[in-house]
C-alpha cells in the first residue's frame, strides 16, 4: 500500500513537500513516481526516480522547480515543489512501477491520492 500525504492549500509562489510511504512491501526494488490529475483533465506523469535515484524524468511543466528524491530505508518518496501556481492545482498520485522500453514510466502500483491547491 501506498500512502500519499502533504498536500494542502498554498499561494502561488509557495511550496508543498509531499511524501509517500510504503507498506507491506519495499520500495528499494522499484522505480517510483508522481501523478498528478487537475479537474477535468486526465491524468498526468509528473516525475520519476529510479531504484538509486541515478535518473530522474521530470514533466517539462515542472522541471526546475519540482524535486523528487527517495528513501529506501525510510520506504519514502518524496516531491518537493517549488513556485507553484494554480495549474499544478491537481489531486497528486504516488505510484511504484518500472521504466519501459521507451523509458517512460509504467505504474504498477497505486497510492491513493493528496489534493494540492494553488490559490490566492
Known amino acids: 500500500q501506498l500512502q500519499a500525504s502533504g498536500g494542502g492549500l498554498v499561494q502561488p509562489g509557495g511550496s508543498l513537500r509531499l511524501s509517500c510511504v510504503a507498506s507491506?512491501?519495499?520500495?528499494?526494488?522499484?522505480?517510483m513516481g508522481w501523478f498528478r490529475q487537475a479537474p477535468g483533465k486526465e491524468r498526468e506523469f509528473v516525475a520519476a526516480i529510479s531504484l538509486r535515484a541515478s535518473r530522474t524524468p521530470y514533466a517539462d511543466s515542472v522541471k526546475g522547480r519540482f524535486t523528487i528524491s527517495r528513501d529506501n530505508a525510510k520506504n519514502t518518496v518524496y516531491l518537493q515543489m517549488n513556485s507553484l501556481n494554480t495549474e499544478d492545482t491537481a489531486v497528486y498520485y504516488c505510484a511504484a512501477g518500472n521504466f519501459g522500453s521507451t523509458g517512460a514510466f509504467g505504474p504498477n502500483y497505486w497510492g491513493q491520492g493528496t489534493l494540492v491547491t494553488v490559490s490566492s
Open positions: 507491506g512491501r519495499s520500495i528499494s526494488s522499484n522505480v
